[in-house]
Nanobody, 119 residues
Framework: QVQLVESGGGLVQAGGSLRLSCAAS????????MGWYRQAPGKQRELVTR???????NYADSVKGRFTVSRDTTENTVYLQMNSLKPEDTAVYYC?????????????WGQGTQVTVSS
């Protein structure tokens, strides 16, 4: 079982920055693929970025060059540095973990943290 706890959301003006953190419990963190997703009101949840256990990353086109994902295996934490924020980045941001277990892959979600960008 893995628990994910996000923090760092808030209200920021357009052009500003925020750093989200996701603290993961359990010893499987270093083997897990971690991701950030977001869901704006009335929209489907969408992928923002993922970081694999080997550190490779991928980003949604809408955030490339502005957002950076990183992970600290000693702290079991994944971060999302968000720069040059835009009003359209306003959403609830969710941390996601995909944890290998035998032949299966288990998926976990955090409770979400609100990011609001004012124009």
């Amino acid at each position: 079982q893995v628990q994910l706890v996000e923090s760092g959301g808030g209200l920021v003006q357009a052009g500003g920055s925020l750093r989200l953190s996701c603290a993961a419990s359990g010893s499987s963190f270093r083997f897990s693929s971690m991701g950030w997703y977001r869901q704006a009101p009335g929209k489907q949840r969408e992928l923002v970025t993922r970081i694999a256990s080997d550190g490779s990353t991928n980003y949604a086109d809408s955030v490339k060059g502005r957002f950076t994902v990183s992970r600290d295996t000693t702290e079991n934490t994944v971060y999302l540095q968000m720069n040059s924020l835009k009003p359209e980045d306003t959403a609830v941001y969710y941390c996601n973990a995909r944890v290998p277990g035998g032949l299966s892959l288990y998926e976990y979600w955090g409770q979400g943290t609100q990011v609001t960008v004012s124009s």
